[in-house]
């Protein structure tokens, strides 16, 4: 409306609104110092404001919605919109929740402890008992969300009321659970399986509409933040199988301990994959099961500030923590937690802050350490009596009911005869295997010619206003000539074609790691940057509208977090050719939890697959310790029972069919790729235009150029091409060189074969680059050997060494002539 000059329109404050505002402002920055959050009160004792705290009616009103049982962290959040959301569903008189169904829920939860504990005295379980309100928290998070439009959640939880959550969450039976606890037929797990509070769950949540959200609970090791990229990765799949509304159908939820989620860096490289392109899942809801102990830590041991959260505020996200012992306001956080995620498709965080009634495990005694705070424990009710007696209502019949029907399930369990399944792959998991690999696994690779030409042809395309980089102008007429076969192939346009190939048959391909676009080496593009605008465009992603989906991504500066997200969708999307790059392959040691508890041992311990594939370049070129070796050893001490497969392809054909052969054959299992440096671009391990016709990737590269060597040498990578340029050089070809294009599993039919055909060789010889305590040395000679019937059987290699490789140039000239001088040795 219009008005005279120095009026007031409608939209202006008055001085009391203005008062108001700036008291509330106040509480709403720093109330949550003063909250009210440890139900034993020892910990998070109030603190001052940095401001002096307002007085009056107003700032009354303002400390009852900042300074209870809630307290919320959110005026770090650059948006005023959502703030203001936030301020609107705090700063109200909360609605009253089902008591009745809460408290069933609570009685659920402390008795199905308790009966573990009567029955099972000693054996751990990780009991949820001070925290139980997390049981009614998950329900009403699901029951939001399902009516949101959420039709299936991920759920990643370290041990601590995982068995809780299994029974009164995801809806396995009580028995189920007993049955684990009985160990039956331990035959059928020896040598695998894991440990109850470690495997994973599948189920189903029924909403009191009716709305069904399928759960799964992701198996997770002792290394407790270890799943949460991991369950990242799972939810980007199903999202991505959903397609376009896969973030309004898909809800990641992880539930973590708060001396983890303060302490373990993988959290923090998890955190910050919230809004990265590749990584994106619409916003995760983090839930906090908060003892205020580390296992014997205490808060002041374990966090540099006052919460365990505090490492969340590094993104602009809301944090709410909440006193556990009060089951309404658990309940009611859960819900605006819900309905944010779902508005703003954001992270959030909950801290539910309560207590631990043991110790960290049952057989644990907490009193040695925290004498003062087990005494509270020790006569304190359970939730589900407090909160009865608060709602005022008599709980026993139902306590009783409920504690007869947990009784007759453990005794089914006594009965039981066979370990119970716990969770279910989905169909699309149904056309792939693991296990050992039959012969009729394999499959062809080779493409003819004129293929590999017409796909060449695609590769180095792009549109007409395209501004090319004369560097990238220049290296596409060189791949245009490697299609015509006037040029040999190298690595990179190998990798591509093979690319190429797969998502021409409707394949999709995701590539990531630091700098994968380009590539660490100069030597990918698959993305091309316009020199003017800076706009990208990627080749593979426009064969044709029925391809395959085709992603790289330049991730974060994270290893295991990347990694783990990259295994994780490899979980859920099996079709998908899925790489993780090393930006060199010694980096990868910053994942080895990853590659450790999940890659290598997750079908053993839990019967699940993937068909992840590591690109780890490896070779020793006088870059130093941290630029050299890949650490080959380690990957040949994690192998058995063909849990995954070990390679290091010597020319760029071998390596294109390797990757073709890891997508099309039905067997998934963990790839890893021993990829070069400096022979990325070497004609000795440049490929020619037929070499892609050939049926297969080979195993073992038998030596074709000599007769009646005297010495057969055995090598892997660079190093056999160093020893064939160097034999070439010296005229001697008294000497064979067999490449092992596969370590593990271990190729003995072909590689007997190639070391039959020179019958009068008297010695073989493995040959590596690595010191002697690192490399393939270990495994391999006690194979040869077997393998080498009368002849004899040595090795070349460096001494042993403390680190993988010297740091100066020069010496390492010397040392790599001495190797070689040393391997093929003299004719006399």
Request: contains cysteine.
């Amino acid at each position: 409306m219009a008005t005279k000059a120095g009026t007031l329109t409608e939209a202006t404050p008055t001085l009391e609104q203005h008062e108001r505002e700036t008291i509330f402002d106040i509480f709403r920055r720093w109330g949550y110092l003063q909250a009210s959050l440890d139900p034993l009160g020892q910990y998070l004792a109030p603190e001052p404001f940095p401001t002096p705290a307002p007085e009056g009616e107003v700032a009354k009103e303002a400390r009852g919605y900042y300074c209870g049982t809630i307290a919320v962290e959110f005026m770090h959040i650059p948006s005023p919109e959502q703030r203001q959301w936030l301020q609107e569903r705090i700063e109200q008189i909360p609605p009253t929740p089902d008591q009745a169904l809460i408290l069933t829920q609570l009685i659920r939860a402390d008795i199905f402890e308790q009966v573990i504990q009567s029955r099972y005295l000693g054996t751990k379980r990780f009991s949820l008992e001070g925290i139980t309100a997390l049981i009614p928290f998950l329900d009403r998070i699901l029951a939001v969300s399902a009516g949101s439009g959420i039709t299936k959640a991920m759920i990643a939880m370290s041990h601590r009321g995982r068995l809780n959550v299994m029974t009164n969450t995801i809806g396995r039976s009580p028995s189920e659970i007993f049955t684990k606890f009985e160990d039956v037929d331990p035959r059928s797990t020896m040598g695998g399986g894991d440990v109850k509070y470690h495997v994973g769950a599948t189920g189903e949540y029924h909403s009191p509409e009716g709305k069904v959200i399928s759960l799964h609970l992701a198996s997770n090791p002792s290394h407790l933040e270890a799943v949460d990229p991991v369950v990242l990765g799972r939810t980007r799949a199903k999202q991505e199988r959903i397609g376009k509304d896969g973030n309004n159908q898909v809800l990641p939820l992880i539930i973590h301990g708060d001396a983890a989620f303060a302490g373990q860096g993988i959290l923090a490289e998890t955190l910050n994959m919230a809004t990265l392109h590749g990584y994106n899942v619409g916003g995760t809801i983090h839930v906090i099961v908060n003892n205020l102990l580390g296992f014997t830590a205490i808060p002041e041991e374990s966090n540099s500030s006052r919460f365990a959260t505090d490492i969340a505020k590094r993104l602009p996200i809301p944090i709410f923590h909440v006193n556990a012992e009060d089951p309404d306001a658990v309940v009611r956080v859960a819900a605006i937690a819900a309905e944010y995620r779902t508005r703003f498709h954001s992270d959030i965080v909950i801290d539910l802050v309560g207590y631990r009634k043991h110790g960290h495990s049952e057989v644990d005694d907490p009193t040695v350490t925290q004498p003062r705070r087990y005494a509270i424990i020790k006569d304190r009710p359970a939730l589900y009596q407090s909160y009865a007696k608060q709602i005022g209502v008599d709980p026993a019949a139902e306590v009783q009911k409920i504690q007869q029907e947990l009784l007759d399930d453990q005794k089914a369990a006594t009965q039981a005869d066979h370990k119970p399944q716990l969770a279910y792959l989905p169909a699309y998991w149904d056309p792939y295997k693991g296990g050992e690999l039959e012969p009729q696994d394999d499959v062809p690779t080779g493409l003819s010619a004129e293929r590999i030409n017409a796909l060449v042809t695609s590769l180095t395309s792009y549109p007409n206003d395209f501004h090319i980089h004369p560097k990238v102008k220049k290296l596409f007429e060189q791949r245009q000539e490697m299609g015509a076969g006037s040029r040999l192939f190298d690595y990179g346009m190998a990798e591509l074609v093979a690319f190429a190939s797969l998502l021409e048959a409707g394949t999709p391909v995701r590539l990531s790691g630091q700098d994968s676009q380009r590539g660490t080496f100069n030597q990918r593009h698959a993305v091309m940057v316009d020199t003017e605008t800076e706009v990208r465009y990627t080749p593979l992603a426009h064969f044709s509208r029925k391809q395959g989906k085709f992603e790289v991504y330049n991730s974060l500066l994270s290893e295991a977090a990347v990694l783990g997200f990259e295994y994780g969708f490899s979980r859920d999307f099996p079709e998908t050719l899925v790489l993780w790059e090393a930006q060199f392959g010694d980096f990868a040691n910053g994942a080895q939890i990853i590659i450790d508890q999940f890659i290598a041992a997750s079908e053993a311990k839990w019967g699940l697959l993937s068909g992840i594939v590591l690109l780890l370049p490896h070779g020793y070129e006088g870059q130093g310790p941290e630029h050299s070796s890949a650490r080959i050893e380690r990957y040949l001490q994690l192998a058995a029972n063909d849990n995954i497969q070990i390679c290091q392809p010597s020319n760029a054909a071998q390596y294109f069919h390797l990757l073709r052969r890891q997508a099309l054959r039905p067997w998934r299992k963990p790839l890893v790729v021993f990829t070069p440096k400096s022979m990325l671009r070497h004609p000795d391990a440049s490929s020619t235009l037929a070499d892609f016709a050939i049926e297969r990737f080979q195993n073992v590269l038998p030596d074709n150029d000599v007769k009646d060597p005297r010495r057969l040498l055995v090598c892997s990578g660079k190093i056999g091409h160093n020893l064939r340029v160097e034999r070439e050089k010296r005229k001697d070809f008294s000497v064979g060189i067999i490449f092992l294009e596969q370590m593990y599993p271990w190729p003995e039919d072909e590689l007997q074969a190639a070391l039959d055909q020179h019958p009068d060789a008297q010695e073989i010889i493995w040959v590596q680059e690595e010191p002697a305590n690192m490399g393939a040395f270990s495994y391999v000679m006690p194979l040869l050997r077997r393998m080498a019937g009368d002849r004899a059987v040595l090795s070349v290699k460096r001494s042993a060494s403390a680190t993988p490789a010297t740091g100066s140039a020069k010496a390492h000239e010397i040392e790599e002539k001495t190797l070689i001088d040393l391997a093929l040795g003299s004719a006399d």
